[in-house]
């Protein structure tokens, strides 16, 4: 499955945002969706995560509260709506899809997504 996030900009801090992460055809709604980030010169991160049906999510704790992950049921598109943002939320966002749950690379859970769609950077001023 091919995927495309977007959505990302230049926001002020205790700003919002809504990425998006659209698969390339039907096959994506079968697979469970996260989002990962990678500030410079940081490690890529685990943010969240959804089951295929929208049952059950995944939240690093640094973003619980502030972000949600949602989907629809037998949707091509995923979305991470992010309230409250501030200049550590700064980095690139990347979706991802797979069929194993736990989310691989989500916390506590090993590996790492199998589909990768490209980045979208978010940058929160101050």
């Known amino acids: 499955v091919q995927l495309q996030a977007s959505g990302g900009g230049l926001v002020q801090a205790g700003g919002s945002l809504r990425l998006s992460c659209a698969g390339s055809d039907g096959t994506f709604a079968n697979y469970h969706m996260g989002w990962f980030r990678q500030a410079p010169g940081k490690e890529r991160e685990f943010v969240a995560a959804?089951?295929?049906?929208?049952?059950?999510?995944l939240y690093a704790d640094s973003v619980k509260g502030r972000f949600t992950i949602s989907r629809g049921y037998g949707s091509n598109t995923g979305y991470l709506q992010m309230n409250s943002l501030n200049p550590e939320d700064t980095a690139v966002y990347y979706c991802a899809a797979d069929v194993q749950w736990p989310f691989p690379g989500a916390a506590r859970a090993m590996g790492a997504p199998r589909y990768w769609g490209q980045g979208t950077q978010v940058t929160v001023s101050s």
């Open positions: 959804i089951r295929w049906s929208g049952s059950l999510t």
